[in-house]
């Protein structure tokens, strides 16, 4: 009996041949090259019954190739002589140059070796991209020198509420257990470098002007009631306290980007711009104050100027600017790419207007969702999408040009983590959506759902073997 081979995500074409290559140590054995005549991103794998070569036309095609082999020899068999490898034929690229995941640690903290293994998972699913949403109002993750009280004050609430926040909800009850933390300047480092020998870029997300509660906790001079003492957020939703649009608040968070850029060498820097309530703007005589000084017609206005004023450090250091869809709809730098998260239609509208996008719609992608019945199921935030939604998944949305097309850069999945409080219930929500989804932002082809179950589940051993949790099969 052979073993059948699972690889996921699937190879563009793979053909079996006749006969095995039979070696004592077929990983040490294989020979690799990198070859010119193969487009940068582009891989082989040929084994026949003479050898196996893995050739790539780069380094970072290569590590594709390896990858692929990797998963290829979990088929071979013990004979005689050693393992026996089936021959075959693989000629495999990516679709698309962003395939992404997110990883919330603002609302729960996870350990830096936890995002390791992530790290890990990423590259086994031939993904290339980790985004750390390292901020939000329940929590600030990294560590600022220039400002110490962000993690001091910032990293850190007293407790937590439980069960589900409902809309409207105001009243809630707490945990009592004190949750936080955060990662060190060098611990980041080592995210960063794990993540680079993998081939993967990691993206820190600062999320601003909203989403900013903890750090205003931490300098209440960053908000718009600089006399109110306000603590890191206990519960979830969308915080009115967002930051103060002071020309002292655009140099306070420079500094704080400056020390993130010096953190993350990658293109690409997250500032976020979602869920930005300007209701304290329109109260707020200074906010107002500005508004007319700047000639803006509306609060809401406020939002890309701060933002432009902050993304500026980015562009002096060759930085590129990322952020969620609101940031369209606020006059950004044509040049940043947008996170399409509020639907496809989102993606149309910033690939129309220009923008590189990555498509990561809540409907398919938002892994926080439900994947079977909330009778049965751990708390989540609500929805439905179980795993054949996500293999059915299609990224490119309707309704555009092939040039348009063209700028769809990628797809991220995403893991928001207020009703996941640890390592093991991120791998529950995460997997194995992830490896659907990975076959989407891969582009392998799509046979049918019960292919794809098949090789999936010798696949799961492959989470096991890195120590991740993951959903069982229906
Ligand atoms: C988001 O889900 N607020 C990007």
Known sequence: MSVPIAIVPAPRELVVEEGRWITADPAADAVRTVVENLPDTEYRID??????????????????????????LDSAEQVDGGLAVPAV???????????????????????KEFVLRIVDAIALHRMNVLHLHL????GWRVQIDAYPKLTEVGAWRPETMVGKMSHGQTEFSYDGTPHGGFYTKDELREIVAYAAERGITVVPEIDLPGHMQAAIAAYPELGNHPDRQLGVRQYWGISDDVLNVNDETVEFVRTVLREVLDIFPGPYIHLGGDECPDVQWRESEAAQAKQAELGLTDASQLQGWFTAQVAAVLTEDGRRLVGWDEMVETDCPKDAVIMAWRGPDRGEVAAKAGHDVVMAPNQSVYFDYYQGDPATEPLAIGHFTPLEKVYDF????????????????????????EYMEDP????YMLFPRLCAFSERAWGSEKTSYDEFIGRLRPHLTRLEALGLSYRPLD
């Open 47 to 72: 084994v026949t019954p003479d050898g196996a070569r893995l050739s790539g036309g780069s380094d970072e095609a290569l590590r594709y190739a390896e990858s692929t082999y990797r998963q290829l």
């Open 89 to 111: 034929r693989i000629a495999d690229a990516p679709r698309f140059g962003w395939r992404g995941m997110m990883l919330d640690v603002a609302r729960h903290f996870m350990p």
């Open 135 to 138: 901020t939000d109002d329940q």
């Open 394 to 417: 299609e990224v490119i949305p309707p309704g555009l040009t092939a040039e348009e097309q063209a700028r769809i850069v990628g797809t991220q999945c995403q893991i928001w983590t």
């Open 424 to 427: 093991d219930r991120v791998g």
